[in-house]
């Protein structure tokens, strides 16, 4: 061991091993850096998402939670709270509203804050106080349309039920505000201990209770979710925030996807650059090992010097490394607090560990192939430095390369997918590589007879370094394809997020407006210049039976729409967002002869079903039954913001029910006394305010987007790493050329002309080949992972080729620019 580290200072004061040493050091680097990170933003986004929820996971039904529960809570260290959620009168004097009121105890919430204000619809940060209590006992906060509806002030008092309660704040923003659609009226906001003063909850009372639980050990809260879920009734359902609010959920799948990705092309970056910077350092050690054996040192011996040296480096470089990738999220980190005023939360031991195991596993897969074959240096090989050496063979080295990159991809993603996805590609863009290299080689040789000068000289390189020219290809094309796959996929990501929330989708929704009241409601929005969305009819409806046969209880526990009344309306034209999938619209149906009024179903509601075009629904309007049958299926897009429904009936087959109607407007910020002024006059109608929830929504986009962008310029350190180290690898070669044409009176801009060149071919040939692999890749990653539509990407085939030509021309030559100053004598000398 002391002869091994003896050895390695040696050989590092000499420079042989810097470069390999500071490849690894810094792939861990960027490695650590983006894994740790990308932890820690995860678990940040998702506690910051379930603030939408106000708790990590909440138990809902009709009935409250098993005491025992806590019990067990306290035990395993979770945090737990308690609601519950009920429509009643509210009275203020004469004036009265079905308000729906939320009773919260001690504790709420687990996640987010309460806004509250003294100023009803508060927009101005200076008017607004975050709270983390709740209303103290005998006090209630309520919605800000509450105070015109029961045209009353802050001070005064209204009564719950049996029990007066004083009004000390208005609510502007509230945790749980998922589903703004649960709310039959303005929020009033209470102590869960006034509950039995009101004597509103009787037996039979329809009130939606909550067991709130969050805690910040991941794997305590899993296990105790987990007790949980056998524990729980038909009547009772366990809600996250990907079931809450299906929009925040997606949008943190496909970031933590698109993290994960991210880490993966990281290790195949630091894996590439180390193999070529191993391959470089057994090469250079020859003569080294010739040597060792002509003074009688065994092969089992130098082959534990080398190990030895191997292992030492490798515990060394990649402590450094995790350092410095700690410091590189730590400053990553600050910026995204400074930006957003969020503190990112602690890493797990995960990222740590296995960001250190892999600089370890990355030195042994990549660069002990390289070394294992030194011992098998003959002595002679000091005397006769032309004698050829066995190396090992690329297939082989490539081989080891990706087992350990399946290894090191399936480790920091957790996701076999996404792994058959990459090696999948890798495999492709090897396999093109190949074929167009030997191409190129071919063409060489007829462009070295047409060609003059510079361009004559670059063709000829190519020509007579085949084997390194296909290695160089080779690296290129990967670390370009692995950029260009992550850039388009962050900005792919970015506009399917920013197409969620349009910055003028409808924010504010209006229901049950009476019919008597349509020209005064749309007098009202034209008077202020609010344009609305096209006026729905809404009923509620069950549907019961299919076919003639009533629904089971199975199906109704497969499919929510059986389970609920839904909102049902007529129309006779086709809204923007909808299409038409399978059947027809009215305008082409025709009824069967049933003599059956149509209906059109929501496609997803329909496979839930198991719905078929033609099939008979019965649905119940309140206790009256209406037949229909299937016409059509649609799509729509939910993420519009405008009105949209399961079931749309064919016109004038409802005309004997009494509707309300439904519309969507927006309203910007300084114009929220609209609803004032709407509330007064039609004390009936109930506005649902999604302004709130939608900016809550933006800012973890925004967030997301931010800590995506900060990720993909860390990972593209590490494709600068591979293509340096890639450049670096024929700068010896290089050097002995350069000096030996000086020798002969070959101009300088000679020189540095084919070096351009020769690069400028390699970036070019690279570039194309790395932008099919990226498509490969692509269309693998949209079909089997992100689960998004394919589609092409024309300008990246023009901006692959031309960036990989003049990126790589530019950096061969920086790298290459000294080796013409290099004396002719000192590269003869070393020749000879």
Same mark, same amino acid.
């Given at each position: 061991?002391?002869?091994?580290?003896?050895?390695?200072?040696?050989?590092?004061? %000499?420079?042989?091993?810097?470069?390999?040493?500071? #490849?690894?050091?810094?792939?861990?680097?960027?490695?650590?850096?983006?894994?740790?990170?990308?932890?820690?933003?995860?678990?940040?986004?998702?506690?910051?998402?379930?603030?939408?929820?106000?708790?990590? @996971?909440?138990?809902?039904?009709?009935?409250?939670?098993?005491?025992?529960?806590?019990?067990?809570?306290?035990?395993?260290?979770?945090?737990?709270?308690?609601?519950?959620?009920?429509?009643?009168?509210?009275?203020?004097?004469?004036?009265?509203?079905?308000?729906?009121?939320?009773?919260?105890?001690?504790?709420?919430?687990?996640?987010?804050?309460?806004?509250?204000?003294?100023?009803?619809?508060? &927009?101005?940060?200076?008017?607004?106080?975050?709270?983390?209590?709740?209303?103290?006992?005998?006090?209630?906060?309520?919605?800000?349309?509450?105070?015109?509806?029961?045209?009353?002030?802050?001070?005064?008092?209204?009564?719950?039920?049996? @029990?007066?309660?004083?009004?000390?704040?208005?609510?502007?923003?509230?945790?749980?505000?998922?589903?703004?659609?649960?709310?039959?009226?303005?929020?009033?906001?209470?102590?869960?201990?006034?509950?039995?003063?009101?004597?509103?909850?009787?037996?039979?009372?329809?009130?939606?209770?909550?067991?709130?639980?969050?805690?910040?050990? #991941?794997?305590?809260?899993?296990?105790?979710?987990?007790?949980?879920?056998? !524990?729980? %009734?038909?009547?009772?359902?366990?809600?996250?925030?990907?079931?809450?609010?299906?929009?925040?959920?997606?949008?943190?799948?496909?970031?933590?996807?698109?993290?994960?990705?991210?880490?993966?092309?990281?290790?195949?970056?630091?894996?590439?650059?180390?193999?070529?910077?191993?391959?470089?350092?057994?090469? +250079?050690?020859?003569?080294?090992?010739?040597?060792?054996? #002509?003074?009688?040192?065994?092969?089992?011996?130098?082959?534990?010097?080398?190990?030895?040296?191997?292992?030492?480096?490798?515990?060394?470089?990649?402590?450094?490394?995790?350092?410095?990738?700690?410091?590189?999220?730590?400053?990553?980190?600050?910026?995204?607090?400074?930006? @957003? !005023?969020?503190?990112?939360?602690?890493?797990?031991?995960?990222?740590?560990?296995?960001?250190?195991?892999?600089?370890?596993?990355?030195?042994?897969?990549?660069?002990?192939?390289?070394?294992?074959?030194?011992?098998?240096?003959?002595?002679?090989?000091?005397?006769?430095?032309?004698?050829?050496?066995? &190396?090992?063979?690329?297939?082989?080295?490539?081989?080891?390369?990706?087992?350990?990159?399946?290894? /090191?991809?399936?480790?920091?993603?957790?996701?076999?997918?996404?792994?058959?996805?990459?090696?999948?590609?890798?495999?492709?863009?090897?396999?093109?590589?190949?074929?167009?290299? @030997?191409?190129?080689?071919?063409?060489?040789?007829?462009?070295?007879?047409?060609?003059?000068?510079?361009?004559?000289?670059?063709?000829?390189?190519?020509?007579?370094?085949?084997?390194?020219?296909?290695?160089?290809?080779?690296?290129?094309?990967?670390?370009?394809?692995?950029?260009?796959?992550?850039?388009?996929? +962050?900005?792919?990501?970015?506009?399917?997020?920013?197409?969620?929330?349009?910055?003028?989708?409808?924010?504010?929704?209006?229901?049950?407006?009476?019919?008597?009241?349509?020209? #005064?409601?749309?007098?009202?929005?034209?008077?202020?210049?609010?344009?609305?969305?096209?006026?729905?009819? &809404?009923?509620?409806?069950?549907?019961?039976?299919?076919?003639?046969?009533?629904?089971?209880?199975?199906?109704?526990?497969?499919?929510?729409?059986?389970?609920?009344?839904?909102?049902?309306?007529?129309?006779?034209?086709?809204?923007?967002?909808?299409?038409?999938?399978?059947?027809?619209?009215?305008?082409?149906?025709?009824?069967?002869?049933?003599?059956?009024?149509?209906?059109?179903?929501?496609?997803?509601?329909?496979?839930?079903?198991?719905?078929?075009?033609?099939?008979?629904? !019965?649905?119940?309007?309140?206790?009256?039954?209406?037949?229909?049958?299937?016409?059509?299926?649609?799509?729509?897009?939910?993420?519009?913001?405008?009105?949209?429904?399961?079931?749309?009936?064919?016109?004038?087959?409802?005309?004997?029910?009494?509707?309300?109607?439904?519309?969507?407007?927006?309203?910007?910020?300084?114009?929220?006394?609209?609803?004032?002024?709407?509330?007064?006059?039609?004390?009936?109608?109930?506005?649902?305010?999604?302004?709130?929830?939608?900016?809550?929504?933006?800012?973890?986009?925004?967030?997301?987007?931010?800590?995506?962008?900060?990720?993909?310029?860390?990972?593209?350190?590490?494709?600068?790493?591979?293509?340096?180290?890639?450049? &670096?690898?024929?700068?010896?070669?290089?050097? !002995?050329?350069?000096?030996?044409?000086?020798?002969?009176?070959?101009?300088?801009?000679?020189?540095?002309?084919?070096?351009?060149?020769?690069?400028?071919?390699?970036?070019?040939?690279?570039? /194309?080949?790395?932008?099919?692999?990226?498509?490969?890749?692509?269309?693998?990653?949209?079909?089997?992972?992100?689960?998004?539509?394919?589609?092409?990407?024309?300008?990246?085939?023009?901006?692959?080729?031309?960036?990989?030509?003049?990126?790589?021309?530019?950096?061969?030559?920086?790298?290459?620019?000294?080796?013409?100053?290099?004396?002719?004598?000192?590269?003869?000398?070393?020749?000879?």
């Amino acid at each position: 061991m002391k002869l091994a580290i003896n050895l390695l200072r040696r050989n590092w004061r %000499s420079g042989e091993l810097k470069l390999l040493g500071f #490849s690894l050091m810094l792939a861990v680097a960027v490695l650590s850096g983006i894994a740790i990170f990308t932890d820690r933003l995860e678990t940040t986004l998702v506690s910051e998402s379930n603030s939408v929820l106000g708790a990590d @996971y909440i138990v809902r039904g009709s009935s409250p939670q098993d005491a025992a529960w806590a019990i067990e809570a306290d035990k395993a260290a979770i945090k737990h709270t308690q609601s519950a959620l009920f429509s009643s009168m509210v009275f203020a004097g004469d004036e009265m509203h079905l308000a729906s009121v939320k009773t919260v105890d001690q504790g709420y919430p687990l996640r987010g804050h309460f806004e509250i204000s003294k100023v009803p619809f508060a &927009m101005n940060p200076e008017d607004i106080q975050v709270v983390t209590g709740i209303p103290a006992p005998g006090e209630a906060w309520v919605d800000s349309r509450l105070l015109p509806l029961l045209k009353i002030e802050l001070g005064d008092k209204v009564a719950v039920g049996e @029990y007066e309660l004083r009004i000390t704040h208005v609510l502007i923003r509230e945790p749980d505000s998922a589903n703004p659609f649960s709310m039959t009226g303005a929020r009033l906001i209470m102590n869960f201990s006034d509950l039995e003063k009101t004597q509103v909850v009787q037996p039979g009372s329809r009130v939606d209770y909550q067991w709130l639980i969050a805690s910040d050990d #991941s794997s305590q809260l899993k296990t105790f979710v987990d007790y949980l879920k056998p !524990q729980l %009734s038909k009547h009772q359902r366990l809600v996250d925030i990907n079931s809450a609010q299906e929009r925040v959920g997606r949008t943190l799948e496909t970031s933590r996807q698109f993290l994960l990705l991210s880490a993966v092309i990281a290790v195949l970056l630091a894996g590439v650059a180390i193999a070529i910077t191993s391959r470089q350092f057994s090469a +250079r050690h020859t003569d080294q090992v010739a040597l060792m054996k #002509s003074l009688g040192a065994s092969a089992q011996r130098i082959r534990s010097l080398y190990i030895s040296q191997l292992v030492l480096l490798g515990i060394i470089a990649s402590f450094i490394g995790l350092c410095a990738g700690e410091l590189l999220q730590r400053s990553v980190a600050v910026s995204l607090q400074q930006a @957003y !005023q969020i503190r990112l939360g602690s890493a797990t031991f995960y990222p740590y560990g296995l960001s250190f195991f892999s600089g370890i596993l990355c030195l042994v897969f990549f660069a002990l192939p390289a070394l294992w074959h030194l011992p098998a240096v003959p002595p002679l090989k000091i005397l006769r430095r032309e004698l050829a050496v066995n &190396m090992p063979q690329v297939w082989q080295q490539g081989l080891l390369a990706l087992l350990a990159v399946l290894t /090191l991809v399936i480790l920091f993603s957790r996701d076999i997918e996404l792994a058959l996805s990459i090696s999948g590609a890798l495999l492709a863009v090897i396999l093109i590589t190949i074929a167009a290299a @030997y191409g190129l080689l071919l063409l060489s040789k007829k462009m070295v007879l047409r060609l003059g000068g510079f361009w004559r000289l670059a063709f000829a390189n190519l020509q007579r370094q085949r084997g390194q020219s296909l290695v160089q290809i080779l690296v290129f094309s990967i670390a370009i394809m692995l950029l260009f796959t992550l850039t388009i996929v +962050r900005t792919s990501l970015i506009e399917e997020w920013k197409v969620q929330v349009p910055d003028e989708a409808p924010n504010h929704f209006l229901v049950n407006i009476p019919p008597a009241e349509l020209n #005064s409601v749309q007098a009202i929005l034209a008077e202020n210049h609010v344009r609305p969305e096209p006026l729905y009819p &809404m009923m509620r409806a069950r549907l019961t039976h299919i076919n003639g046969v009533e629904t089971t209880e199975e199906q109704r526990s497969i499919a929510n729409a059986l389970r609920r009344e839904l909102n049902v309306t007529w129309s006779d034209t086709l809204a923007e967002d909808n299409k038409i999938l399978t059947g027809l619209w009215w305008d082409k149906w025709q009824r069967s002869p049933a003599n059956l009024p149509g209906v059109s179903v929501e496609v997803e509601t329909a496979k839930e079903i198991g719905l078929n075009i033609g099939d008979k629904l !019965q649905f119940s309007f309140g206790g009256l039954l209406l037949d229909a049958e299937v016409a059509s299926f649609r799509s729509l897009d939910w993420r519009s913001m405008r009105p949209n429904f399961f079931f749309i009936f064919e016109p004038g087959s409802l005309d004997s029910y009494s509707p309300t109607y439904i519309t969507s407007i927006y309203l910007p910020a300084d114009q929220k006394s609209v609803i004032n002024k709407l509330l007064l006059d039609h004390p009936t109608i109930l506005v649902m305010e999604l302004d709130r929830i939608i900016g809550q929504i933006r800012s973890i986009v925004n967030q997301v987007s931010d800590g995506v962008l900060l990720v993909l310029w860390l990972t593209l350190i590490g494709g600068c790493l591979v293509l340096l180290a890639a450049v &670096m690898g024929s700068i010896a070669a290089r050097k !002995q050329q350069a000096g030996l044409l000086r020798a002969l009176g070959s101009p300088r801009r000679l020189i540095v002309g084919s070096i351009c060149a020769e690069f400028a071919i390699l970036g070019f040939l690279a570039g /194309l080949i790395a932008i099919i692999g990226t498509e490969i890749l692509l269309i693998s990653l949209q079909t089997f992972v992100l689960k998004t539509p394919i589609q092409p990407h024309y300008v990246y085939w023009l901006i692959s080729p031309l960036s990989g030509a003049v990126f790589v021309s530019a950096l061969g030559y920086m790298c290459c620019r000294h080796t013409v100053t290099t004396p002719p004598a000192v590269v003869l000398r070393e020749a000879a």
